[in-house]
Nanobody
Framework: QLQLVESGGGLAQPGGSLRLSCGAS????????IAWFRQAPGKEREGVSC????????YYEDSVKGRFTISRDNAKNTVYLQMNSLKPEDTAVYYC??????????????????WGQGTQVTVSS
């Protein structure tokens, strides 16, 4: 079965850090661009960050630039999202998604081949 699995969510204090992981089973992530999306209660899902497969270029939504870092370890078949200086407005369910780099749509679109089930991130004191 081909699937993505997120882990690493939880409760963090404002200013704290969490590292999310996105692992794949049934396929390797080497050929896929991987993105992180999030959805807060009552809000639409939004793109947070993306890393390409070809040259590992990275992209970030404006509100997380300088605080979040996306990276990939193909040997471990895993993509990470390091989240620092967390804010209450970062509270959301975070999803990872994978797609081949044949799509013409921008990375923040929802055109992805695979989606994970999500992991809850709560930032609160």
């Amino acid at each position: 079965q081909l699937q993505l699995v997120e882990s690493g969510g939880g409760l963090a204090q404002p200013g704290g850090s969490l590292r999310l992981s996105c692992g794949a089973s049934g396929f390797t992530l080497d050929d896929y661009a991987i993105a992180w999306f999030r959805q807060a209660p009552g809000k639409e899902r939004e793109g947070v960050s993306c890393i390409s497969s070809s040259d590992e270029s990275t992209y970030y939504e404006d509100s997380v630039k300088g605080r979040f870092t996306i990276s990939r370890d193909n040997a471990k078949n895993t993509v990470y999202l390091q989240m620092n200086s967390l804010k209450p407005e970062d509270t959301a369910v975070y999803y990872c998604a994978a797609r081949l780099e044949t799509y013409a749509s921008p990375w923040w679109s929802f055109e992805y081949d695979y989606w994970g089930q999500g992991t809850q991130v709560t930032v609160s004191s």
